[in-house]
């Protein structure tokens, strides 16, 4: 981890750092902070500016790019591309399975779904879906509320994460490539020029998303906690007390990073997961179950049954604000999580096939967060329909950061389970900065697996003082605009990283075209080779 004395950790953090990426991200960085600190009115108002402007225009790019990128992430896993390994031939993974999901699944959602979990449903409840087009707080109303929250936190929701991590853990493990996101033009620049001028602008461009898309979750998640606080014990913090309590949270993910992934990251994201599940069940025993099982089922059924309406789905004709407020956010918040999600799955995925990282990363992660929103939207919806708690009017109060504490309140236990719930929200901040800033540390320093204690507690300090700020000045709709337009570029992005992997992977399994297997892939694997990017054609066991 460097040398033991100030003087060697600052050389050492010197010596490592990609002086452009870093210097560019940094600047970003705290303009941002001081704007929104000088001028938070107008700097709010510029990013809800500029936020309406791309929902407008380029909203249906958001949504085409996810299509493909869930079609692509399907067929690797039942196509054979799906065979091919992160690594050598006979690496084995890196990680225990269950180490490996948990750090997975920790980075990639953990903290956006304690806070939309009690929440997202409850809205669509009231004001339905256009395409679900049921009576407000209707038992239809309900099954659409429910079907519509798997359908934004579903396969959607993970399957970018995975394929941008497909190519930088390919040509890292198996080229020697360095270890950013800049790594998915390989096949296009060729390895020797991954510190060209269009390799930096990806790099500059991934800080760039990073910062916005974590700031939004940390922002999300830090006014649930206070919230939590408030709602608990009847004290308001006010923004003095939301800076200081940002930065307590900053502090204890920022050591935690710091110690690495083994002893940090890792053990924080078992934990972590052991909380997340106790919370779930207790709350499905301790709930209503039989309602939450048919709801569930029924949305379930119903999310299969219209994923690809609701995929295309723009209202057109009457306007796209309710898709542009809750599905095209969404999709460019997981754009702009794609960055350093994508390059955290990479760094712990070594030894792994790509079916193996697409099975966790979409499938398996899927699989428990459906759950996890069909007992909360379910017993909100259930709570509100039978007047045990006023959810919308809690929500009305203290804004949707406040909508978990009145559904666990109602239920038996509700103290435990509301301490159990805010003890959650802590740990999914904690693990969810971990890797955002092990990647930002990555990202600024050509590829380090290890950047320096320096260097994370740089990025950590800023993305705490961003998060605070935005939650300060903008709240919720400050942070959704900040992630819609930090996650365009990475919609492009994201498809360069499909092709980035379809080259080797055809390659090695040809699937398309394959007529002209013998010359065709010969003159493919001769121009890469020349060009430093991927050549072998072999095969790889499962």
């Given at each position: 981890?460097?040398?033991?004395?100030?003087?060697?950790?600052?050389?050492?953090?010197?010596?490592?750092?990609?002086?452009?990426?870093?210097?560019?991200?940094?600047?970003?960085?705290?303009?941002?902070?001081?704007?929104?600190?000088?001028?938070?009115?107008?700097?709010a108002s510029a990013v809800k500016r500029v936020n309406?402007?791309?929902?407008?225009?380029?909203?249906?790019?958001?949504?085409?790019?996810?299509?493909?990128?869930?079609?692509?992430?399907?067929?690797?896993?039942?196509?054979?591309?799906?065979?091919?390994?992160?690594?050598?031939?006979?690496?084995?993974?890196?990680?225990?399975?269950?180490?490996?999901?948990?750090?997975?699944?920790?980075?990639?959602?953990?903290?956006?779904?304690?806070?939309?979990?009690?929440?997202?449903?409850?809205?669509?409840?009231?004001?339905?879906?256009?395409?679900?087009?049921?009576?407000?707080?209707?038992?239809?109303?309900?099954?659409?509320?429910?079907?519509?929250?798997?359908?934004?936190?579903?396969?959607?929701?993970?399957?970018?994460?995975?394929?941008?991590?497909?190519?930088?853990?390919?040509?890292?493990?198996?080229?020697?490539?360095?270890?950013?996101?800049?790594?998915?033009?390989?096949?296009?620049?060729?390895?020797?020029?991954?510190?060209?001028?269009?390799?930096?602008?990806?790099?500059?461009?991934?800080?760039?998303?990073?910062?916005?898309?974590?700031?939004?979750?940390?922002?999300?998640?830090?006014?649930?906690?206070?919230?939590?606080?408030?709602?608990?014990?009847?004290?308001?913090?006010?923004?003095?007390?939301?800076?200081?309590?940002?930065?307590?949270?900053?502090?204890?993910?920022?050591?935690?990073?710091?110690?690495?992934?083994?002893?940090?990251?890792?053990?924080?994201?078992?934990?972590?997961?052991?909380?997340?599940?106790?919370?779930?069940?207790?709350?499905?025993?301790?709930?209503?179950?039989?309602?939450?099982?048919?709801?569930?089922?029924?949305?379930?059924?119903?999310?299969?049954n219209q994923f690809v309406a609701m995929s295309f789905?723009?209202?057109?004709?009457?306007?796209?604000?309710?898709?542009?407020?809750?599905?095209?956010?969404?999709?460019?918040?997981?754009?702009?999580?794609?960055?350093?999600?994508?390059?955290?799955?990479?760094?712990?995925?070594?030894?792994?096939?790509?079916?193996?990282?697409?099975?966790?990363?979409?499938?398996?992660?899927?699989?428990?967060?459906?759950?996890?929103?069909?007992?909360?939207?379910?017993?909100?919806?259930?709570?509100?329909?039978?007047?045990?708690?006023?959810?919308?009017?809690?929500?009305?109060?203290?804004?949707?950061?406040?909508?978990?504490?009145?559904?666990?309140?109602?239920?038996?236990?509700?103290?435990?389970?509301?301490?159990?719930?805010?003890?959650?929200?802590?740990?999914?901040?904690?693990?969810?900065?971990?890797?955002s800033t092990l990647a930002l540390g990555m990202l600024?320093?050509?590829?380090?697996?290890?950047?320096?204690?320096?260097?994370?507690?740089?990025?950590?300090?800023?993305?705490?003082?961003?998060?605070?700020?935005?939650?300060?000045?903008?709240?919720?709709?400050?942070?959704?605009?900040?992630?819609?337009?930090?996650?365009?570029?990475?919609?492009?992005?994201?498809?360069?990283?499909?092709?980035?992997?379809?080259?080797?992977?055809?390659?090695?399994?040809?699937?398309?075209?394959?007529?002209?297997?013998?010359?065709?892939?010969?003159?493919?694997?001769?121009?890469?080779?020349?060009?430093?990017?991927?050549?072998?054609?072999?095969?790889?066991?499962?």
């Open positions: 981890m460097g040398d033991s004395n100030p003087d060697g950790r600052f050389a050492r953090f010197a010596n490592e750092l990609d002086v452009p990426v870093f210097l560019v991200g940094f600047l970003t960085a705290l303009v941002a902070v001081v704007a929104f600190a000088l001028m938070p009115d107008a700097a309406s402007l791309v929902e407008e225009k380029v909203g249906w790019m958001y949504l085409l790019a996810m299509f493909f990128v869930v079609a692509f992430a399907l067929f690797l896993v039942f196509g054979p591309w799906g065979n091919v390994k992160l690594g050598k031939p006979d690496e084995e993974p890196q990680y225990s399975f269950l180490s490996y999901f948990a750090m997975l699944y920790s980075a990639g959602i953990g903290a956006g779904i304690v806070f939309w979990g009690p929440a997202e449903a409850i809205f669509h409840y009231d004001t339905v879906p256009p395409l679900v087009g049921a009576e407000s707080q209707t038992a239809d109303a309900a099954v659409g509320a429910v079907q519509y929250t798997f359908f934004h936190w579903g396969l959607s929701a993970w399957a970018a994460y995975a394929i941008m991590s497909l190519p930088i853990a390919f040509y890292t493990y198996r080229h020697d490539a360095p270890m950013r996101v800049s790594t998915v033009l390989t096949p296009f620049l060729g390895i020797d020029n991954l510190d060209s001028v269009w390799a930096k602008l990806v790099d500059i461009l991934a800080v760039f998303a990073t910062l916005g898309g974590i700031s939004t979750t940390l922002g999300f998640v830090g006014s649930q906690f206070l919230t939590g606080i408030e709602y608990t014990t009847g004290v308001s913090v006010g923004d003095a007390g939301t800076i200081l309590a940002i930065v307590g949270l900053t502090i204890a993910f920022t050591l935690s990073v710091t110690v690495g992934i083994e002893k940090g990251v890792r053990r924080v994201s078992r934990f972590n997961m052991g909380l997340f599940v106790v919370v779930m069940l207790l709350t499905f025993v301790l709930g209503p179950s039989a309602y939450i099982m048919s709801v569930t089922t029924e949305a379930l059924g119903q999310y299969i789905f723009m209202n057109a004709g009457n306007g796209s604000s309710w898709v542009g407020n809750w599905t095209i956010f969404y999709w460019a918040w997981w754009f702009s999580w794609t960055p350093f999600v994508g390059l955290f799955i990479a760094r712990v995925s070594r030894g792994r096939t790509i079916r193996q990282v697409v099975v966790t990363g979409v499938l398996a992660s899927t699989a428990v967060t459906i759950p996890w929103f069909g007992i909360m939207g379910s017993i909100a919806i259930s709570e509100q329909s039978t007047n045990a708690a006023d959810i919308l009017e809690v929500i009305s109060e203290y804004g949707v950061a406040g909508s978990g504490y009145p559904l666990f309140e109602a239920l038996p236990a509700g103290d435990v389970l509301n301490l159990l719930f805010l003890l959650l929200i802590t740990t999914f901040f904690v693990t969810s900065a971990d890797s600024t320093t050509g590829g380090e697996l290890e950047p320096s204690t320096i260097n994370r507690v740089i990025w950590g300090a800023l993305v705490g003082a961003l998060a605070s700020l935005l939650m300060v000045v903008g709240g919720v709709d400050a942070l959704q605009a900040a992630s819609i337009i930090t996650g365009g570029p990475f919609a492009v992005i994201t498809i360069l990283a499909v092709l980035a992997i379809s080259y080797p992977c055809h390659d090695i399994y040809p699937v398309f075209f394959d007529t002209d297997r013998s010359d065709s892939v010969s003159d493919q694997s001769t121009r890469l080779d020349a060009s430093g990017g991927t050549a072998a054609r072999e095969s790889d066991d499962d």
